[in-house]
């Protein structure tokens, strides 16, 4: 499994933890064949990257910032609350290991975006910009 790999499925697997939020995936899912019991849903992309080399020689070491992009995704009529209590639980499980299983040399939030993608009341979505960063051997990842 490369690391990339490793980091975005540690992550769904702290994410499943956390009693309030009923489901976590990798895949999308159309939000009306969810049960109303699947709410608060989070959906975990592994987004944009950068990467610049660290060392040279024969094992170039490389340094990669990754995002990760948490969905999240709340069934209620008081969705900017439900929203935020999700977004501050995500964001403390998160943050009791920044090294995400030894993955990586940090992570942390680094942007939260309120987005109404074609859904109305009474569901309310955010995204969390979730950036980690990790270094690598080229040919190694």
Avoid: W
């Amino acid at each position: 499994m490369s690391i990339r790999e490793s980091i975005t499925a540690h992550i769904v697997s702290q994410i499943s933890a956390i009693t309030d939020v009923k489901s976590c995936t990798r895949e999308p899912k159309i939000l009306s064949d969810l049960a109303a019991t699947s709410f608060p849903h989070c959906l975990v992309e592994s987004a944009n990257e950068r990467r610049e080399d660290f060392s040279t020689g024969n094992a170039v070491r490389r340094k990669a910032t990754m995002d990760i992009l948490i969905n999240v995704i709340v069934r209620s009529n008081n969705r900017d609350t439900s929203r935020n209590s999700i977004i501050e639980q995500i964001e403390e499980k998160l943050a009791l290991d920044t090294t995400l299983g030894g993955n990586a040399l940090n992570s942390g939030t680094s942007e939260i975006v309120i987005r109404e993608i074609g859904e109305t009341a009474p569901y309310g979505q955010a995204a969390i910009v979730y950036t980690v960063e990790y270094y690598y051997t080229r040919g190694n990842v």
